[in-house]
């Protein structure tokens, strides 16, 4: 009788923490704002085949499995690259014939053998040659695969980092303008030496991220302590982008269990942090979303956060003043030189549940960026039971957004990293791929719609990192930046998508590299893809004409 008694003690207890639990989840996924939409707003998707599914071992790795968008042949058709698990080789697809096929042997890729992870990586050109390049980072360091439009060569980067740190998201961009690329390097706390996962006020605990100069050769010299960027914390990425329009890229970093941080270039290799609505409080940022929400120019951020999902008791940790922690996600509004506002709860997105990689991109071609955030958590015992959806979440035209994943049919009931979206099939309109850890990748090709649009191209050179550019109409103007790392650990397309809606007519576009040049089009053709390099060529060469036919009369 007592046995029965302590089992059914048992059983109501474990019943009690499930509904406490499933209180919070349903909680965090129930509709907690005005949700109403045009249903001419929403896009629609259809599933199509992609048969990499990702290996975790998760006690001897970190939670994380990356991906990118790369164009290895320049024909403005990205493929795919997916990093490989603890026992898994890397892979790259490419879409062809309405699926993803698996090219690896085709273009050569390296093989990385089953003693380390792949936990990070981005694209950019680092030799200069044209064509576009993969930065690795695993358990051992960093890799250069370098890309002659054909096949893969391997180069290991002498990556200063210490016995502690293992690499996380890499973001690129030639930081002192001398023509290189340069390299901030996340870092995390390896797996072995993880003591918790809601350790906030522990200063001495976590991994030292690098910011990696380049020599010119694509070997590198660690400048962090002379930058001002030497700290102890674990992050899961930064990027690099021009914040106040100085020309110069500033840096963004996550840190998980801490804030987001904010630095400004001072233009002589330091950097000073900046305070915004995260500085000296606590909260889970991990995934990074960078745009131009609200076209004015500016460029913004949305961090992922824990959410409601965890109970708030369990999340904040050891945080001694409770008041300091922000389970909420968080959007920064740029308000100009280094200042900033939380949007998050004028937007409508702070109440959503716990989440991972988040990317700003224009599904339905209106003209307004949305938001793809993943989310499911492959370490929490609690996403075994209740999936959530992965958020798909369509802006209006007051700046608010509103989730459609369930009827754009692109729910994502697994553990998703981040959301890649790219033109796969070159119709003009963005398709999605979930870069899921733990289990498969999910594609999705866009239905479509009757807007306009037009594609940016810039060279994947060092002078186009953190390039911006502006997309100029008689009824709006539309700014975005080429950054490398937004999502998690990932890497998002090249190539520039700008929705026009109804417009028919673009008057320009300019482009404001970070080596303070600039390119202006006029009259690119609306839906294409703009070619900036080449347009540039040919306006030179018209200007050339007219000035020997005036030189003539």
Wanted: some cysteine.
């Amino acid at each position: 009788m007592i046995k029965f008694f302590l089992k059914l003690i048992g059983l109501l207890a474990f019943l009690m923490v499930v509904m406490v639990l499933f209180r919070f989840w349903r909680d965090a996924t129930s509709d907690k704002y005005d949700v109403s939409i045009e249903s001419s707003k929403i896009p629609r998707f259809t599933s199509v085949p992609l048969d990499f599914i990702h290996k975790y071992t998760g006690e001897k790795s970190l939670p994380l499995a990356p991906s990118a968008l790369i164009d290895i042949d320049n024909d403005n058709i990205d493929e795919v690259f997916f990093g490989g698990g603890l026992t898994q080789e890397d892979a790259i697809y490419a879409y062809r014939n309405n699926e993803f096929v698996l090219i690896s042997d085709e273009v050569g890729l390296p093989k990385k053998g089953s003693n380390t992870a792949s936990l990070g990586v981005v694209s950019g050109d680092m030799d200069n040659n044209g064509f576009t390049d993969l930065i690795i980072g695993r358990e051992d360091g960093l890799r250069i695969y370098y890309n002659d439009g054909e096949k893969f060569t391997e180069k290991l980067v002498e990556t200063p980092m210490n016995v502690k740190s293992s690499p996380a998201g890499i973001t690129l961009g030639d930081i002192d303008k001398d023509g290189d690329l340069d390299i901030f390097l996340a870092t995390y706390l390896k797996k072995e030496l993880m003591e918790g996962q809601n350790i906030f006020e522990r200063y001495d605990y976590g991994a030292t991220s690098e910011l990696l100069l380049n020599n010119g050769d694509n070997t590198f010299k660690s400048i962090t302590k002379a930058a001002g960027l030497d700290y102890i914390h674990n992050t899961f990425q930064g990027v690099l982008v021009d914040i106040d329009n100085d020309s110069w890229l500033d840096l963004v970093v996550v840190h998980d269990t801490g804030e987001a941080r904010t630095y400004k270039n001072n233009g002589d290799l330091t950097f000073t942090m900046k305070e915004n609505p995260l500085t000296g409080k606590f909260a889970y940022p991990m995934g990074l979303a960078v745009g131009d929400y609200n076209n004015d120019g500016l460029v913004d951020f949305m961090f992922s956060n824990v959410g409601t999902t965890a109970p708030n008791f369990m999340a904040s940790g050891d945080i001694k003043d409770k008041s300091l922690f922000n389970d909420k996600w968080i959007l920064f509004k740029n308000e100009g030189n280094f200042k900033f506002t939380d949007a998050a709860e004028d937007a409508k997105i702070a109440g959503y549940e716990f989440s991972w990689g988040c990317t700003f991109a224009d599904m339905n071609n209106d003209g307004l960026q949305d938001l793809l955030v993943a989310e499911n958590y492959v370490d929490f015992p609690f996403s075994k039971i209740f999936k959530l959806p992965g958020r798909l979440l369509i802006q209006k035209e007051d700046h608010t957004f509103v989730p459609t994943e369930s009827e754009s049919g692109v729910e994502n009931p697994f553990y998703g990293i981040t959301a890649l979206v790219s033109d796969f099939n070159t119709d003009g309109h963005l398709d999605i791929i979930w870069t899921n850890i733990d289990g498969p990748s999910n594609a999705f090709i866009n239905k479509g719609n009757s807007n306009n649009f037009v594609q940016v191209d810039l060279a994947d050179a060092a002078e186009a990192m953190g390039a911006k550019v502006t997309v100029v109409t008689s009824e709006g103007t539309f700014t975005d930046w080429l950054v490398t790392g937004e999502g998690l650990v990932s890497d998002q397309t090249a190539l520039l998508h700008f929705g026009l809606g109804k417009t028919q007519h673009i008057d320009k576009i300019t482009v404001a590299y970070s080596n303070g040049d600039k390119d202006e089009i006029i009259s690119p053709k609306i839906n294409s893809v703009v070619d900036v390099i080449k347009e540039r060529n040919l306006q030179m060469a018209n200007d050339t004409v007219v000035t020997t036919l005036k030189a003539k009369k």
